[in-house]
């Protein structure tokens, strides 16, 4: 079953706006174990559309086609849809009527153009939009079963939600006897190693057939996915046994990017324990990726906050350290630790983790990172020197100081080498 979309229209084309429509399609498609087998972009030109339709019809068994539906001269997916069909263009009164009621209740008057959206191929069958004045259609063109839609994003996801989605699971899964490929995804996401080392690792052993595995590598993370085309449970599960075994202590979630570092938070919870960290060194990019994991569970503080000249005698002194750097921050943090003594925070046993992170002076490169453990009265210091580009250092460094609270609450390496990072400690 080959299912395949269409964007149109020159804005796409010429990167002026971001076709986020595509990737809409294909996430709801695998939700419904089905698979976006290819996406092909094209401008307003009747030429390259009708060239593309009629290509795609031949090979093609489900094909939708996004924007082009209104009402302007470079509006032209119907007129390309009735010439390459063969069917005439004519008005269609479900669509006239649409029309007309959206200019009734919103009491505006429709120029003439508008008129052009109500002219459908003979024999197209509607699709609604209660959200724009396009209605959208669908009909066959030569093997495959064409979806016409608006690209406007609050009109389209609508119209694929309510209409097109269900019908497509419909015809694909209609003929039980006869049952397409069911398609299966399970995501991971792993951090401290590099793409090219844990894909060199997982080729040493081979999935099954009937899955493929692939990789997306980020700035933060790197995301393995295993997916199958008609997988056994068994075949499934042994996949994602590999991955896990392969990706070892460096694994910080799955399912989702929304569940990275999930075991994190799930102990902090669990134990009614919070994180503080001070931070003098990623620009703002510690907060923002700790609220996306961590919400609710730790606090940020830049160690410009101002200084308090009283002492907090609940937070042990580390200011012996023989490195002069780690007494600096370990002054600021007493410090910040006593501008929130009074939150619930550090009430009650709650706040027990402090990470501080700090960059010299002399080097912005070389980056120092404290750990303390207030129940156990235990710290470590790491210093690391960052050789990778520098318009990722802020995201990277804010990932290794959540790695270290994951590694130190998980028994791991906390002592973990990462990639672009050279341990000086």
Known sequence: MRIEMISTGDEIMTGFVTDTNTGFFASRL???????TRHTG????MDELTEVFKERSKTAD???????????????????????????LEISNQCLE???????IRGIKLTDNNSKQAFLPRGAEVIPNPFGTACGFKMKIGK???????????????????HILPDIIHEVF??????????????????????????????REPAPDSITIGYRATPSFVEIKAIGRNATPDEISETENLIIRHAGDCLIGAESEDKLFSDVKKYLTDNNKAVFFIDNVTQGRLPIEVSKFLTGRCIVVSSSIPASQNKNDNFPDFSNSTDSKQSCFTDIMKKSVHLFNNRDFFTNGTYRF????????????MIFISFFDVDKKEQFKRKLLYKGLSGRKYLVISFIALDTIRRYLKNRDYRHSYPYFEDLS
Do not use: C
Request: net charge negative; glycine share 8%; aromatic share 8%.
């Open 144 to 162: 495959a079963l064409f979806y016409f839609t608006p690209g406007v994003p609050a009109e389209y996801t609508k119209m694929l939600d309510n």
């Open 354 to 365: 402090v990470v501080t992170i700090d960059t010299d002076s002399h080097n912005e490169n």
């Open 62 to 88: 489900i094909v939708l086609v996004n924007g082009g539906l209104g009402p302007t001269t470079d509006d032209l997916t119907a007129e390309a849809a009735s010439i390459v069909s063969g069917q005439p």
């Open 30 to 36: 695998l939700e419904s174990g089905l698979f976006l």
């Open 174 to 203: 209609s003929d039980t006897e006869n049952r397409q490929p069911v398609m299966s995804v399970s995501r991971f996401f792993v951090y401290g190693i590099s793409e090219s080392t844990i894909g060199r690792a997982l080729s």
């Open 42 to 45: 094209v401008g307003d030109s």
């Open 98 to 104: 649409h029309l007309k009621q959206w200019q009734k």
